[in-house]
């Protein structure tokens, strides 16, 4: 089976705290390593868990704030350090530019590897990365700037054949790849055997999907239905309901109404106001609406 | 007495480790806080050891290399979110105008206060700033590129006039000022009395000096002669002697020999590299010469 592990290497939000780092959280998906955000020490906190700094794949800025974005430089800065070679794509807002150009121009010809940004469509969803078993997809998020949820997803994998009916209907080995790929089988005899007879599902396809920052926007349920791991910002509890709407933030309630609507089979929550230094009554007002719903924290990991 | 008071943030170098941060520290003096360095993460360490961030008085680069500046963001950044309203003075090489430009036009009209930029003088002595009672001056190192060690010094202090004496020679109380500012006292007689028999030496003045990073330049000696704490840079063990030179970086022999010339009474060594992750040889190679030598690291408070 796929690895598919994300760690979470922050969940606070603009204003640091000694408890919650700025946003960032790393994707492991079929040996492969994503990065989405990169708040200022994201690159000390991928050293802290252990994270292998050579596997990063590619990174994926949700949104150009501060929080999400300034730890770019020095992670790129040591990636240099470490003699990377391979390009980096980097999925953002084309107004990234201000952060990294003038940092490419500073960093010259000591840098030992090519950047690639790739901008992210704020308007609809893209697909932005496809191999033979896994893509990666953006949607529109609802936030002051523009902003994008990201889906990572498994692709589907081919069904497996029953072993007994390849002897039973004597089955040519040069038929099975596309049977395990949904066809039929014609017998010599002009028989018809259909596939769901002699086949059984592949291993079931996993789906993580990211939404940070952004209010209460049910319009995205649609690109995150039935999720196995939704992470969605609860910046705020129910007492700033108010200001959560002001600032294009989600309170914890509103998060759960977004996964229930989904029906995602686990929530976390993150992105943490820096008000609070105990995280109890989000995780209690979410989970009144939704109960598979748990807290974001600094080093946590979620198999699926 | 005067609170001067050196609070290491982070004595780490290029390539962070989950021992050291990049370099930072905070220089607290006569009630206001300086700030030397801004490696990625100084302000999650300011948070972490409780500085006051409205107390930030201004920042001195020493030079641009990426470790000692790409916390200057997000510190940049929190300080407008927390309101702060007084001008922040930067005093860097001119180049850093790569860094803080973009920023500001990116923060636009979100930035609440204003900062100024004030160029370091790459090849001689330079006074930065001063007031009535302290004193920050910058002079060349010895690196890669233009970098400047500071130092940080209280003024001396008025002399005390000797209570008796004022009443033996019946000295009035207007001539008291210059008197302990150095003036000799004549009697309506015409007696000419010496000044340092009717006054005794203020407190002693204490200086602080910071040379981070340079090669061994015996050069810098005549800048921080007799200071009362010297950090100097001591990025290497003396295995590594050849690597230092190559890379414009000191061992930490090279850092107490400097140390021992310029007759300060104490000496931290930090800078650590990367490849270290026990620092007792450090410590045992510079004490070897100059044994009032300490190690810094995060959180460390050095009081004058």
């Known amino acids: 089976m796929t690895k598919f592990r994300i760690t979470i290497l922050g969940s606070g939000s603009a204003m640091p705290t000694t408890l919650h780092n700025p946003p960032s959280q790393l994707i492991e998906l079929n040996d492969k390593l994503f990065m989405i955000d990169c708040g200022e020490g994201t690159q000390l906190q991928m050293r802290k868990f252990?994270?292998?700094?050579?596997?990063?794949?590619?990174?994926f800025i949700s949104h150009l704030h501060g929080?999400?974005?300034?730890?770019?430089?020095?992670?790129?800065?040591?990636?240099?350090?470490?003699?990377?070679?391979?390009?980096?794509?980097?999925?953002?807002?084309?107004?990234?530019?201000?952060?990294?150009?003038?940092?490419?121009?500073?960093?010259?010809?000591?840098?030992?590897?090519?950047?690639?940004i790739i901008n992210l469509n704020p308007e609809?969803?893209?697909?932005?990365?496809?191999?033979q078993s896994i893509k990666?997809?953006?949607?529109?998020?609802?936030?002051?700037?523009?902003?994008?949820?990201?889906?990572?997803?498994?692709?589907?994998?081919?069904?497996?054949?029953i072993r007994?009916?390849?002897?039973?209907?004597?089955?040519?080995?040069?038929?099975?790849?596309?049977?395990?790929?949904?066809?039929?089988f014609?017998?010599?005899?002009?028989?018809?055997i259909k596939n769901e007879t002699i086949t059984v599902p592949g291993t079931p396809s996993k789906r993580y999907a990211y939404c940070s920052d952004t209010a209460y926007a049910p319009e995205i349920v649609p690109y995150i239905r039935n999720v196995?791991?939704?992470?969605?910002?609860?910046?705020?509890?129910?007492?700033?309901?108010?200001?959560?709407?002001?600032?294009?933030?989600?309170?914890?309630?509103?998060?759960?109404?977004?996964?229930?609507?989904?029906e995602v089979k686990k929530l976390v929550i993150g992105h943490y106001s820096s008000r609070y230094n105990e995280f109890g009554l989000l995780l209690k007002e979410a989970s009144e609406i939704f109960p598979e719903t748990e807290l974001a924290s600094e080093g946590k990991v979620f198999e699926l």
């Open 136 to 161: 990666i997809s953006s949607f529109p998020l609802k936030h002051r700037i523009e902003t994008n949820g990201f889906l990572f997803e498994e692709k589907k994998s081919a069904s497996h054949i």
């Open 228 to 262: 196995d791991l939704l992470y969605h910002e609860a910046t705020f509890a129910e007492t700033e309901a108010k200001r959560a709407e002001e600032t294009y933030h989600s309170t914890a309630r509103q998060a759960a109404s977004i996964a229930k609507m989904a």
């Open 164 to 184: 007994e009916m390849i002897d039973y209907h004597n089955i040519p080995f040069h038929l099975i790849y596309d049977i395990k790929r949904g066809a039929d």
């Open 186 to 192: 014609t017998t010599p005899e002009g028989e018809e």
């Open 50 to 59: 252990k994270a292998r700094m050579s596997k990063l794949h590619s990174v």
């Open 124 to 131: 609809s969803e893209e697909l932005l990365f496809e191999n």
């Open 67 to 116: 929080d999400h974005i300034f730890g770019l430089p020095g992670l790129l800065s040591t990636l240099s350090l470490l003699g990377r070679t391979a390009d980096l794509n980097i999925y953002a807002h084309k107004e990234i530019d201000f952060l990294i150009k003038p940092f490419l121009v500073y960093m010259g010809k000591h840098m030992t590897f090519k950047i690639n």
